[in-house]
């Protein structure tokens, strides 16, 4: 189910979509160096959990379904680009799920988002880096941080470029990748969190770069959508990869 908007959350997705096109007309590389980037829980009795949001994929989810109380999971974090996806990065110690803060979001992005740019020989002056407001995202050590590394390129809650709240229908993880996993990663019926995991590098991995060109140019068609409902929903549009 998506995120209710309220009233003044309209006129900034507005704004951030009008933004967005103009600055990736001005610059036609930009869409190649943005990394769009969240994390899902992952149930081993198949339940996705993105809190408050709707995911999207070939088809529009909206299934209820009835879940445990304190099931099996672990806390998957990926950044998409259209080049390629950073991840899956598991939130856990010592082989046990955790939950995410401040300074484990800071350790992830310290110990392995930025490892893997370098590894991939990607120029962090270049790198467009993409996360919602959620409470360890915009945690003060790590703005700072992300302040710091992506200078004048980082979208985010309480930054320059400002992320609207509420808008997970315009996220490349929320509308394709947490949807696209959950069709696939449970084919494989793990039985336990190490076999789930496996599941989730597989399916992760075995996403062609032709499906995330894809994803990335229907992000600018969202928001152009959106501009044209007002800053509302996108409640018409369903991401399909044929």
């Known amino acids: 189910m998506a995120n209710k908007l309220n009233a003044a959350d309209l006129p900034i997705r507005l704004e951030f979509c009008q933004k967005m096109l103009q600055m990736v007309e001005e610059d036609g590389n930009m869409l190649n160096c943005l990394f769009m980037s969240d994390e899902a829980h992952f149930d081993l009795n198949g339940n996705i959990n993105k809190q408050n949001c709707r995911i999207w994929s070939a088809s529009n989810p909206q299934t209820l379904h009835e879940t445990e109380l304190h099931p099996l999971r672990v806390t998957v974090w990926c950044a998409v680009s259209s080049r390629f996806i950073v991840g899956p990065y ?43 407001g959620a409470g360890p995202h915009i945690a ?58 496996q599941s989730i590098r597989a399916t992760i991995a075995a996403i062609p770069v032709s499906t995330l060109q894809a994803v990335m140019n229907n992000f600018l068609l969202r928001c152009r959508t959106c501009i044209n409902e007002q800053g509302g929903h996108l409640n018409s549009i369903i991401f399909k990869t044929n």
């Open 90 to 132: 598991f939130f856990e110690e010592n082989g046990h799920p955790v939950t995410v803060t401040g300074d484990r979001y800071l350790n992830m992005l310290r110990e392995f988002f930025y490892p893997e740019l370098r590894r991939k020989r990607i120029s962090f002056n270049s790198v467009w880096f993409q996360q919602d």
């Open 140 to 197: 003060q050590p790590v703005m700072t941080e992300l302040r710091r590394k992506f200078p004048n390129k980082l979208i985010s809650r309480n930054s320059t470029f400002r992320w609207p709240p509420r808008s997970p229908d315009l996220t490349a993880p929320d509308f394709f990748l947490w949807g696209h996993c959950k069709q696939e990663v449970y084919k494989a019926k793990p039985t336990n969190l190490n076999e789930l995991k």
